[in-house]
C-alpha cells in the first residue's frame, strides 16, 4: 500500500502534531513527512525530531507583512516533502488565498471551538462570556476564509461551573487530540464524511 504524505504546519508546542504523528502507524493510510514551523523556537520541532520526522523552520518575521513572500518560502520545504495533505495543528498565521488555492481539498485545520461560532482568537474565554454550555473544538478543511471551509469532524465537551478559559482550554485540548487523529484517518482513505464526537 502507498501512504498518503502529510505536512504538519504548527506554531507552538505541538501537541495535536503528537496526535496526529502517533497515529500514523499500522494500518493508517497515511504518514508524516514533516513538521513546519513558522518559529525556531516552536517546541514542537524537538517533539517531531525526536520521532524522527523531517523538520523545517521559514520564520515569517523577516518578512514584514509581505505574507506572499512569506508564503513563496513556506511552500519550498511542502512541495520538496511531497506532501499530499497539509495539516495545520496550531499554525498561527494567516493564509492568503494564494498559498490555500495550492492545497485545495488537501488542507485541514483544527480550530478550538464549535465552528461556526468563534473564528478566530481567545475561543475559550468568548464562549464563556457567552454564557455557553457547551464548548469544543473542530476540525474542518481550509478554504480562503479565516476558520472556515467544510467541517469534517467536531467534538463537544461541557462547560462547568467554575471554568477558567484555561481549564475550559484544557478539556477541549483533550478532544483535539481524539478529534484531529480520527478526522485524518477518514479523510486519508477518502472519506469526508463528518467524525461528530462527545
Ligand atoms: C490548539 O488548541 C489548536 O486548536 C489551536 O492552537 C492550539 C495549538 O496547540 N489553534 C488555533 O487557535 C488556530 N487558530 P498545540 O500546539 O499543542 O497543538
Redesign the pocket.
Known amino acids: 500500500m502507498s501512504h498518503k504524505k502529510v505536512a504538519i504546519l504548527?506554531?507552538?508546542?505541538?501537541?495535536?502534531?503528537?496526535?496526529l504523528v502517533d497515529s500514523m502507524t499500522g494500518d493508517h493510510p497515511a504518514r508524516p513527512c514533516l513538521v513546519l514551523s513558522n518559529d525556531a523556537t516552536?517546541?514542537?520541532l524537538q517533539r517531531a525530531a525526536e520521532r524522527g520526522i523531517a523538520t523545517a523552520v521559514v520564520d515569517h518575521r523577516p518578512f514584514k507583512g509581505d505574507r506572499a513572500a512569506f508564503e513563496e518560502e513556506l511552500v519550498k520545504p511542502i512541495l520538496d516533502a511531497g506532501a499530499d495533505i497539509v495539516c495545520?495543528?496550531?499554525?498561527?498565521r494567516v493564509l492568503t488565498d494564494g498559498f490555500v488555492s495550492r492545497f485545495t481539498g488537501r488542507m485541514l485545520?483544527?480550530?478550538?471551538s464549535l465552528l461556526p461560532l468563534y473564528k478566530?482568537?481567545h475561543?475559550h474565554a468568548r464562549a464563556l462570556e457567552a454564557g455557553d454550555a457547551e464548548h469544543g473544538?473542530t476540525v474542518h478543511e481550509v478554504t480562503a476564509r479565516?476558520?472556515d471551509g467544510p467541517i469534517l469532524g467536531q467534538a463537544r465537551v461541557p462547560v462547568l461551573p467554575g471554568d477558567t478559559p484555561d481549564t475550559l482550554?484544557a478539556r477541549?485540548?483533550e478532544q483535539?487530540?481524539r478529534l484531529y487523529p480520527a478526522v485524518l484517518r477518514r479523510f486519508a482513505a477518502g472519506d469526508r464524511s463528518p467524525v461528530l464526537l462527545g
Open positions: 504548527i506554531s507552538g508546542g505541538g501537541s495535536n502534531m503528537v496526535a516552536a517546541g514542537g495545520l495543528a496550531g499554525f498561527m485545520n483544527i480550530h478550538p478566530g482568537l475561543t473544538c479565516l476558520d482550554a477541549v485540548l483535539e487530540h
